[in-house]
């Protein structure tokens, strides 16, 4: 029993010691890959659903790990916002999607680069100004960048929010809501925010050709949209049959797995070039 008890303390204190050695804990995590740069821009093609045109990309963040795993973004996005890590990672992402579309965006100066941020990243001290300024480093226009933005809790202060949406779009920058129709979105909240576009979640789509009142929901979300002139894009198209539906709708943008998912940029740029030469 004594040898037993000597093998289970010093496997204790073996797990203790290694955890220590290697600064466990996943915000060391975090930290080490935004040091080494593995969060990497994915590319996914905002389309016009009338004609399948690429109009512009939203950027995806992945988590590129050295043992060659990409991590989704549902397992890192939260944590880094809880530790506050999700700044200097948008920024990063921001950065290098810049740098990447950069002759796209000279080419086409109508294609849009949407990327997420979160309300209080958006909200914080010295975001538009940092905005600005790494737009204009990369020498592309703010009416080219949309911000996306979820709804959420940190709205609530309406009155702030839509003081700083004025402000982005006074620079010429573009606001979408994210997500709309699931989560905090109010009808109210949509119109106060001064957005210039709402994203349909893809729940809408999935249920768009099998459940009539989604239908009508989406209807009444184009109408409103008309009303607070934004525009419409619906997100996680997969099928021919859902962009008739949605067309019939009145919806005038998608995005999904029916032209791409989002892609490397290697791989995005490849579909523009043979998009261009069709
Ligand atoms: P989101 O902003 O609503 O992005 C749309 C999600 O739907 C993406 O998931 C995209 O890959 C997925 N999607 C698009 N089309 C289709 C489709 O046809 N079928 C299916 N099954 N899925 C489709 P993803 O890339 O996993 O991102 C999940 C969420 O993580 C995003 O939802 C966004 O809220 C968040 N996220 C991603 N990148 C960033 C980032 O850089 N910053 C922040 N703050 N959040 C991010
Ligand atoms: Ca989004
Ligand atoms: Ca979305
Ligand atoms: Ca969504």
């Not at 915000?27 to 990497?40: H, N, P, S, T, W």
């Not at 989604?214 to 619906?234: G, Y």
């Not at 999904?256 to 069709?278: D, I, N, Q």
Request: charged residues 25%.
């Amino acid at each position: 029993p004594a040898m037993a008890v000597a093998l289970a303390l010093g496997a204790l204190f073996g797990v203790l010691l290694s955890r220590t050695r290697r600064m466990e804990g996943p915000v060391a995590d975090l930290d080490r890959a935004l040091a080494r740069g593995e969060f990497k821009p994915y590319f996914q093609p905002i389309f016009d659903l009338h004609t399948g045109e690429i109009r512009g990309c939203e950027i995806l963040a992945r988590w590129l790990r050295e043992d060659g795993t990409v991590v989704p973004p549902m397992n890192f996005i939260p944590l880094a916002e809880s530790s506050g890590r999700i700044e200097a990672m948008t920024w990063q992402l921001l950065g290098r999607a810049l740098a990447d579309l950069q002759p796209h965006l000279k080419a086409d100066k109508d294609f849009k680069l949407s990327f997420n941020v979160v309300p209080k990243h958006m909200l914080g001290a010295g975001f538009v100004e940092t905005l600005r300024s790494t737009v204009a480093a990369a020498r592309v226009s703010a009416r080219q960048i949309v911000l996306e933005v979820t709804e959420r809790d940190e709205l609530d202060d309406l009155a702030r929010a839509a003081a700083v949406v004025g402000e982005l779009r006074d620079y010429g920058f573009r606001v979408a809501i994210d997500d709309v129709g699931v989560g905090h979105s109010g009808l109210s909240r949509l119109k106060g925010l001064g957005a210039n576009t709402i994203k349909i979640d893809k729940f809408f789509v999935d249920t768009i050709t099998v459940d009539a009142s989604t239908t009508t929901i989406v209807e009444m979300l184009v109408a409103l949209a008309r009303d607070f002139h934004m525009t419409v894009v619906a997100e996680g198209v997969e099928t021919e049959e859902q962009v008739r539906a949605l067309i019939s709708c009145g919806v005038e943008e998608g995005q999904g797995y029916l032209v791409a998912a989002p892609l490397p940029f290697a791989k995005f740029s490849e579909l523009m070039v043979s998009r261009r030469a069709a």
